[in-house]
């Protein structure tokens, strides 16, 4: 799996700025954040164990939350981004890029899945100015 600091504007990648209301510790507590006590999902035919893509999630949060100068410096509208300074001073704002490319079929779900649904995120179409 790739990850890339910045944004991604071709069409097999997407970025994700995520605004958790509490840090995660662990894997099942991230599972119950992003999906209640959902055990799988489904987007179209492809269906996932939402521990999996849970633990995903975790590892590449391993990498830190995003500063808060850089999340300033990015043209997002941070009125559409609740909590987004509050979260950022308490470090609860990630930075995700998920590529398709990769050859790996989770990580094409994860990223048409809608798995920050149920939290605050904007999705990044559009690169870093």
């Known amino acids: 799996m790739k990850t890339r600091i910045g944004f991604v504007a071709n069409s097999s990648s997407s970025s994700f700025l995520v605004s958790f209301p509490k840090i995660p510790g662990t894997t099942e507590a991230l599972q119950k954040m992003l999906f209640a006590d959902k055990k799988t999902v489904t987007y179209g035919e492809m269906q996932l164990k939402t ?19 850089a999340l300033l410096s990015w043209p997002i509208p941070k009125s559409d981004f609740p909590d987004w300074q ?26 048409r899945g809608k798995i920050f649904a149920e939290i605050p995120h904007i999705e990044m179409p559009y690169p870093k100015i």
């Open 51 to 69: 521990k999996k893509i849970a633990g995903i999630l975790l590892e590449m949060m391993r990498r830190g939350p995003i500063a808060k100068d």
């Open 86 to 111: 509050t979260n950022c001073d308490r470090g609860r704002v990630y930075y995700f890029e998920i590529a398709d490319y990769s050859g790996e079929h989770i990580m094409w779900f994860m990223r």
